[in-house]
């Protein structure tokens, strides 16, 4: 079959692609944002007709999926770690309903936070929700695994989750295809009751869940995912799950392994692999790119057994991502590293674009905000969030999607007034209208930037829900309409952009300053485009 | 046979074409790889690099461990400095002169181009330069890239097959810029070694 050069984002769109997929939802989020991409612009999907649009957020994806799944076709929902936050009402509930199309949940987990706030592992969900983890450690079984996950899916009748990592997000390798397979008829679920969660129908269900656990458990075992490798030297096991087995590998590449091996690629992890490591070998070292959630369950409170290694006893650090020599270094095996960077190199954070309108809005604000004294803009979670780093300092909380305006109503609510939050237009659809709807109820005085780029600029530029939208949003919300004031963040407005932010800032009441220009990169993009479509025309 | 490469520069520089052009060729020539690239945040001006690693057995990780890295490609000079931690002890350096300066505190330019020749393998090349004499500044990872391909165990020609294959959908005047650019910064370390 054919061998495409792929990242792990793009196997996975490739592999639902080919396995029949119908739909699939999604929010921008880093390292995650490439599976929609990868299908939106794929000429097969296209020709397959295959659903593939962004959603508002992580939950409405969630939720769309599981009507595509209720509907008999398969659906795949993909989003960053902090996406399944959003989303996990939805989540957990799936599971009790369960699936009737298949449906595969993909979450892109962040280790040592390269962009994200936090480096929380999606595996605590499922486990948390019973429902089945597929792990890839390479690009080829991320492919596999999206065809595995649906079948186990339709098979068990339950959502299934593929967990991967920023490094295997964004690695590419060869990846070789298998045959395309059909999508699903239309099919309603057999009982019409399924996904209806009374509490009669769900303690049902729910025991239900918990009864398919054991089966579950013994597919791990056959599906080829998980498997058990005896060693010559019994005195350490150790337990790699999903890349860290490419970590600890890599240390190998010369001599055989000598330790007893068990490979985790499949959760639940079956009972009996488990004991088989933990009989043959003297002590065990667990690995987990991601936080120490086999190691826990295998060690226990009180550890009453064979001393267990990992990042809870600090073999491996406690946080952050595996590397080849984080793994050598916990198996004692020596390694030379090359010289030390020179003590003059400067560090190079992100920044904002030349040219940004992000850039602007945040220079008046400063100097509008100026005569209220610093530290009252909440912010929220976007390339402006860069504007909390010099030399702009503007802003002073990040928190999660749609925090600036709820953070704002609370601060003012204890006496900071004004308050001001700053939103991105995307961010706004996302997790910004309720938290809208709660100030204009309360009539809070925050001032509230919606920072309108017409794009999702820090993902890369993927279309925007609120595009066209956003003070028809604001006023069907019940801002005021003399409050709603559009600005162009540019340089040559300065002066009057500070002086309408300060009229706004002196209101005892919810305002909606909405500074909007167009991100440069997808502006860039389009003029780029057109030039290429004109001279297209020419010839 | 096995490379490790980590290539460096900054968001928004082009070191994914240097990447992509390496990757194809690879392909061509039925080589494993592997190739592990920074998106997201950091694109938006901060420090980004490329691990990418080829071989002609299956490769395991795809990061490549500390000290192994064979080359630093780079398009930035201070980049190229910030990963010698991963370059082994008789690795090689090939950097553009030509610096980014988009932070205020950026260091003496001279202070590390003398860190760069202390060294023990290196090519310094004034990208920039050579590439606008070949037609745009804009080919200046294409320098960079042609400087740096006979120390990447590929053939010739599945590099500049590769080029072919990535400038395909931008036309013929824009396959051969490139090319002339490869040819530049390849004449160039064949003339200097
Ligand atoms: S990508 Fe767009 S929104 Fe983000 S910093 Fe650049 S110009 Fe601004």
């Not at chain 1, 098979?155 to 059909?182: C, D, F, N, W, Y």
């Not at chain 1, 550890?303 to 793994?327: A, F, M, Q, S, Y």
């Not at chain 2, 020609?157 to 072919?164: F, V």
Request: with cysteine; aromatic share 6%; hydrophobic share 40%.
């Amino acid at each position: 079959m054919q061998k495409l050069l792929l990242l792990g984002d793009e196997a996975i769109a490739q592999g639902a692609i080919d396995s029949g997929l119908s739909g699939v939802y999604a929010y921008p989020g880093t390292p995650s944002t490439e599976i929609m991409e990868y299908i939106q612009v794929s000429k097969e999907s296209k020709s397959l007709n295959i659903r593939a649009m962004w959603s508002a957020n992580e939950k409405t994806a969630m939720e769309s999926a599981l009507g595509m799944s209720y509907a008999g076709k398969r659906a795949l929902v993909c989003m960053k770690h902090v996406g399944l936050n959003v989303a996990a009402d939805a989540f957990v509930n799936s599971a009790i309903t369960g699936a009737n199309g298949g449906l595969v949940v993909v979450a892109a987990d962040d280790p040592s936070m390269h962009s994200s706030q936090n480096e929380q592992d999606s595996r605590f969900y499922a486990k948390f929700s019973f429902i089945p983890i597929l792990e890839p450690t390479n690009q080829q079984e991320a492919y596999d695994m999206i065809r595995y996950g649906f079948d186990l899916s339709e098979k068990m009748r339950i959502p299934v989750m593929l967990r991967i990592t920023t490094r295997l997000a964004h690695s590419r390798s060869g990846v070789i295809r298998k045959e395309v397979r059909h999508q699903n008829e239309l099919k309603l679920p057999g009982n019409l009751r399924q996904f209806v969660l009374l509490p009669a129908i769900a303690r049902k269900q729910y025991r239900e869940l918990l009864a398919k656990q054991s089966e579950l458990q013994k597919l791990s075992g056959e599906s080829g995912f998980n498997y058990y490798q005896p060693g010559t030297d019994t005195k350490l096991g150790i337990v790699a799950c999903g890349l860290a087995f490419n970590y600890l590998m890599e240390n190998f590449t010369e001599s055989p392994l000598p330790y007893p091996l068990l490979k985790i690629g499949q959760y639940p992890v079956p009972d009996d692999l488990v004991k088989k490591i933990y009989d043959d070998c003297d002590e065990i070292l667990v690995m987990e790119d991601g936080y120490p959630i086999f190691e826990e369950q295998l060690k226990g409170i009180l550890n009453l057994g064979k001393p267990i290694h990992g990042r809870l006893d600090g073999t491996l650090p406690r946080d952050g991502e595996l590397t080849p020599n984080i793994v050598a270094q916990a198996l004692g095996i020596e390694f030379q590293v090359g010289k030390e960077i020179p003590g003059f190199l400067k560090n190079r954070p992100p920044r904002l674009c030349d040219g940004c309108s992000h850039n602007d809005a945040f220079l008046a604000l400063n100097e509008a905000i100026l005569s209220y004294g610093k530290g009252r803009v909440f912010s929220d979670i976007g390339c402006y969030t860069l504007s909390a780093l010099e030399p702009l300092e503007s802003i002073n909380s990040c928190v999660d999607m749609g925090a600036s305006i709820t953070m704002a109503i609370g601060a003012a609510d204890a006496g900071l007034v004004p308050a001001v939050a700053a939103i991105g237009d995307s961010t706004f659809t996302h997790s910004g209208i309720t938290g809208l709807l709660d100030a204009v109820n309360n009539n809070s005085p925050i001032t509230i930037l919606i920072l309108d780029n017409s794009t999702t600029g820090m993902t890369g530029g993927q279309t925007s829900s609120a595009y066209g939208k956003v003070e028809d949003i604001c006023r069907g919300v019940g801002v005021k309409e003399e409050h709603i004031r559009i600005i162009k963040p540019l340089r040559k407005n300065h002066e009057e952009n500070i002086l309408i932010m300060q009229e706004e800032l002196a209101y005892q009441g919810v305002s909606v300053i909405i500074p909007r220009r167009e991100c440069i990169q997808t502006l860039n993009r389009r003029m780029r485009q057109q030039a290429k479509i004109k001279s297209l025309e020419i010839i | 046979m096995k490379k490790n490469i980590i290539l460096a520069g900054v968001g928004g520089q082009g070191i994914l074409s240097i990447a992509a052009c390496i990757g194809l060729a690879a392909i061509e020539e039925g080589l494993f790889l592997k190739q592990a690239e920074v998106h997201g945040m950091s694109q938006r001006g901060g420090a980004v690099q490329s691990h990418l690693r080829l071989s002609s057995t299956e490769i395991a990780s795809d990061l490549i461990p500390e000290g192994k890295a064979d080359i630093i490609i780079s398009i930035e000079p201070m980049e190229s400095l910030r990963y010698l931690p991963m370059l082994s002890p008789d690795g090689l350096i090939i950097t553009s002169i030509n610096p980014f300066v988009n932070i205020n505190n950026y260091p003496d330019l001279e202070l590390i181009l003398q860190e760069i020749w202390k060294q023990p393998k290196y090519f310094t090349l004034d990208a920039d330069a050579m590439a606008k004499e070949c037609g745009s500044v804009k080919a200046a990872n294409m320098i960079i890239l042609g400087a740096a391909s006979p120390y990447l165990g590929l053939k010739p020609q599945s590099i500049e097959n590769a080029i072919r294959t990535l400038f395909k959908n931008k036309g013929e005047e824009m396959i051969e810029l490139n090319l002339k650019a490869k040819n530049a910064g390849l004449k160039y370390v064949t003339e200097n070694s």
